[in-house]
């Protein structure tokens, strides 16, 4: 069974930095792609960045371009996602969730098969 668990969110300030974490387990394989998503009150869930965990290719939204770093650790089976220059638009519960069938870089939630419960993201002035 898949389980993924999101940790790192917390209250940060406008122009600080966070890392997000996704720990993996219940997946025999390398060939799946990770993404990280993010969903604010009164907005739809839109994908914010992925990576390929057997290549190490991402792909970031526009709105994470510059900002934002996707990354995974083999040995401790987990994904991170570093936020730094962080923006009150960046307050959300960002979920990360795994794509196994069929799996290629995608930012769309519906391409994902498993999700996290969600970690939350505050930023404030």
């Not at 996704?22 to 990770?34: A, R």
């Not at 290549?55 to 089976?77: L, Q, Y």
Request: charged residues 25%.
């Amino acid at each position: 069974q898949v389980q993924l668990v999101e940790s790192g969110g917390d209250l940060v300030q406008i122009g600080g930095s966070l890392t997000l974490s996704c720990q993996i387990s219940g997946i025999g394989s390398d060939d799946f792609v990770i993404g990280w998503f993010r969903q604010a009150p009164g907005k739809e869930r839109e994908g914010v960045a992925c990576i390929w965990w057997d290549t190490g290719k991402t792909r970031e939204a526009d709105s994470a371009k510059g900002r934002f770093t996707i990354s995974r650790d083999h040995a401790k089976k987990t994904v991170f996602l570093y936020m730094k220059d962080v923006k009150p638009d960046d307050t959300a519960a960002y979920y990360c969730a795994a794509m196994r069938l069929t799996p290629w870089l995608s930012l769309r939630t519906n391409d994902y098969e498993d999700w996290g419960q969600g970690t939350h993201v505050t930023v404030s002035s």
